[in-house]
């Protein structure tokens, strides 16, 4: 297996329909779909059941045992521990592949070294629109352009040279890694409980300081992020900034509280 897809979602069937069919689509084919829910929801289980058989690719499921609140990082950490590709690409459970989005994941996976893709904000009526319709066909720069969505040139489909030079900061809703490194520093932090930097500002810290290399992959792994109102706060932000400070300052770069326990 080269990919496996973790996608991390959490109680909207209507989004991961899409994204199946999204998969489907996909020009590169050999990878496996691991759905991340952050939830215990039968629903989704059966409804992962009974979608099995309509794709190429296979699709495994896990969840928490029982709800417990925000819990993304643990289920992005069980997702890996079943995960059997050799590299690993993280993507958010509202969000839409680029039809060649894991080719070039694929293309430019090495060890060493971390790539990472933006997104567009898709607005809400072009949302509703897509989701009436069921079809992709709308998402391409000059029907994004008179539309209510937003950073629309992350949408440029450009496989060659780079269009931007400036540096940003890891986005956990579209990034890939061999799996090999990221078990290197443990996987993901699961001290976090609040939505925001735990499944991305920190490991990326992490990340380079154990001597990764970042990559972009911008207007190349394209993905559309659905709209949906805020989910996190001001105030979840600065709980977790200042969570992830003090772990900057006791360099913990392998997280106590990862796929595996360590002691300090």
Not at 175 to 188: A, C, K, P, T, Y
Request: aromatic share 12%; proline share 3%; charged share 30%.
């Amino acid at each position: 297996m080269e990919i496996s897809v973790i996608l991390a979602y959490y109680n909207n069937l209507g989004n991961l329909e899409l994204m199946l069919e999204a998969f489907k689509k996909q020009t590169f084919r050999d990878f496996e779909i691991i759905v991340a829910e952050d939830d215990h929801n039968p629903e989704t289980e059966a409804f992962i059941n009974k979608s099995r058989s309509l794709y190429h690719f296979p699709i495994v499921h896990v969840n928490q045992d029982e709800k417990k609140g925000f819990r993304k990082t643990t289920m992005l950490n069980k997702a890996i521990r079943e995960s059997r590709g050799r590299t690993l690409v993280f993507i958010d459970g509202d969000c839409i592949p680029h039809k060649n989005y894991l080719k070039q994941h694929q293309k430019h996976s090495k060890r060493g070294i971390y790539n990472y893709g933006r997104r567009v904000l898709l607005g809400e009526k072009f949302t509703v629109h897509m989701r009436r319709k069921k079809s992709f066909s709308s998402l391409h720069f000059f029907s994004l352009l008179f539309s209510d969505s937003s950073l629309i040139k992350e949408g440029i489909y450009w496989p060659y040279f780079g269009l931007h030079a400036k540096n940003r900061k890891l986005s956990g809703c579209n990034w890939g890694i061999q799996r090999e490194d990221i078990l290197s520093v443990n996987g993901f932090d699961e001290d976090y409980v609040r939505p925001g930097v735990g499944e991305d500002f920190d490991v990326e810290w992490r990340l380079k300081s154990a001597g990764f290399r970042k990559r972009s992959i911008r207007n190349k792994a394209n993905v559309y992020h659905l709209y949906h109102p805020k989910n996190s706060t001001s105030e979840d932000g600065k709980y977790n900034e200042a969570l992830m400070k003090k772990k900057m300052e006791a360099n913990h770069v392998r997280c106590l509280n990862g796929l595996m326990p360590l002691n300090e």
